[in-house]
């Protein structure tokens, strides 16, 4: 069995100070990485002087981790990955920073992980890495002589070739990612979306068993949508803290129903346009109006980014505005908190709902949709109503699929939730819920790790 070593921005790995490793992609590659012998790579959170990498093995698991300089953070994490990338990705042209400095900052921290982490890598090493945040690492590797099969999953949508085309350095990025053996998706969506970057942009030509190949390298870039942790998830959801959760809720809304929103506070999560899609359907139905509850949870996220400081400003003012107009003296039509919620206690919240509202304005994949699914009572589950634009769409079909743009199409979807008789709500749910828990974050990683397994590694 091979060793595998798993680099990201963020190490989620337990420590002695963070026992309990929270989230899926956390308990998904943890398990993998104690059966493997392995070591997760990232930075720490620090910012400081660049010291040598921070060895801690605690319950069978190695992870290291390295500070970063302030002008790093600024230009590579605060800059590069969340001004430049993670906007652009999302299709948000607008929002979109472009700074040579940034991109310096990206390179350099990138470069400066390959130098740390080379020399820990084995020939017969699984290297995976994570996300945009990493990009070029792989093909830095392989300038360091690094042989070993590597594989890079991204976790947020391709964009499309010509918004990708704004990005000056575009045709740099991609060719970085040549350096990697196997490239993962969340949909067949962005694999579509990058093979044709492939042919327009670099004259590559795509094969057979997701073979891409441009100029004399050829890679394997495949679809591979991330889960949940099912089994946990649903033991969560059946455990004391979701329970007491769930009553409280229950006691709380009186008899309405209850629906929920569970989001990181992000523009890419389209929590402006549900609001604006509740407002239309307590604006239309008047006679609706005091049997709902709208329960939205946004711990705020990347607080010293200003498109994230404007979000929030707008979402404080709007959610003001409508308590403000449609509120009664003894009725609110929305709960907005804004921190985060231990996990049992959102499972409680998903259970006790009667719709989940995921209205992404594109979304890599979204887990929050799978949760929400996994929480349902199999006697009396709510009703998932779902973007078109998160890749969860793909797998999720059977969910009330909308365009978040529309505040009408919003209004009548949340209607049709509510209305919804139980036969066709177990039907729908029954499909999803298969799905989640055979397509769980433990498939994924097989899956991945069998593609990437099973290349041969660059001749030595
Ligand atoms: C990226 C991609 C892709 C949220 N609020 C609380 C809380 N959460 C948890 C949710 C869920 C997770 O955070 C969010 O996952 P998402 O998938 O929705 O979104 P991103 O953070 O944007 O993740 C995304 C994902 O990577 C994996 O590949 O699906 O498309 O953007 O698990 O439950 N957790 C707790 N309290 C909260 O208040 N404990």
Redesign the pocket.
């Known amino acids: 069995m091979s060793r595998l070593i798993v680099i990201s921005n963020r190490v989620s790995a337990p420590t002695a100070e963070q026992p309990s490793a929270q989230?899926?992609?956390a308990v998904a590659l943890t398990a993998a990485l104690r059966e493997a012998d392995g070591i997760w790579f990232g930075w720490s959170g620090q910012t400081g002087e660049t010291g040598d990498l921070k060895f801690e093995t605690y319950d069978g698991v190695t992870s290291a981790t390295i500070d970063l300089p302030e002008q790093d953070v600024e230009e590579y994490y605060d800059g590069y990955a969340n001004r430049t990338l993670w906007p652009l990705f999302h299709y948000r042209l607008g929002l979109t920073e472009f700074e040579r400095d940034f991109q310096g900052g990206y390179e350099r921290v990138n470069r400066l992980f390959a130098d740390v982490i080379s020399p820990h890598i084995e020939p017969n090493d699984l290297v995976w890495v994570h996300d945009y945040h990493m990009i070029p690492l792989g093909w830095m590797l392989r300038q360091q002589g690094i042989k070993s099969r590597l594989g890079f999953f991204l976790?947020?949508p391709w964009p499309p070739a010509r918004l990708l085309i704004a990005l000056p350095e575009h045709r740099r990025l991609v060719e970085a990612l040549f350096g990697y053996d196997v490239v993962g998706f969340?949909t067949q969506e962005w694999l579509e979306t990058f093979h044709d970057y492939v042919e327009r942009e670099m004259g590559g030509t795509i094969g057979e068993n997701g073979d891409v190949t441009v100029g004399g390298r050829t890679i394997k870039a495949i679809a591979c949508p991330?889960g949940?942790d099912a089994k946990e998830f649903i033991a969560n959801a059946n455990g004391p803290t979701a329970q007491a959760t769930h009553e409280r809720m229950m006691e709380s809304v009186t008899g309405r129903d209850l629906i929920v929103g569970?989001?990181?506070l992000?523009y890419s999560k389209g929590i402006e346009e549900r609001f604006n899609g509740y407002q239309r359907y307590l604006e239309t139905r008047p006679e609706m109006r005091t049997n709902v509850s709208l329960l939205q949870?946004a711990?705020p996220s990347r607080a010293t980014v200003q498109s994230y400081q404007e979000i929030r400003a707008t979402l404080d003012a709007l959610s003001g505005r409508i308590n403000g107009a449609f509120a009664e003296i003894d009725w609110v039509p929305l709960r907005y908190v804004n921190r985060?919620?231990?996990?049992d206690v959102?499972a409680g919240a998903y259970r006790a709902a009667r719709v989940g509202l995921v209205t992404p304005l594109r979304?890599?994949?979204?887990?929050?949709a799978k949760?929400f699914v996994a929480a349902q009572d199999p006697e009396d589950p709510g009703v998932l109503i779902l973007s078109r634009f998160a890749?969860a769409a793909e797998q999720l079909t059977e969910a009330l699929l909308i365009n978040p743009y529309s505040p009408d199409e919003m209004a009548d979807a949340i209607e049709q939730a509510l209305a919804m008789p139980p036969d066709e709500r177990i039907a729908r749910w029954r499909k999803m819920y298969d799905n989640v828990v055979n397509e769980d974050v433990i498939w994924w990683r097989k899956r991945f790790t069998d593609v990437l397994t099973a290349v041969e590694p660059v001749a030595a």
């Open positions: 989230g899926g992609l976790h947020i969340q991330i949940i569970v989001d990181r992000d949870i711990p985060g919620l231990p996990r959102l979304d890599g994949m979204n887990l929050v949760e890749g």
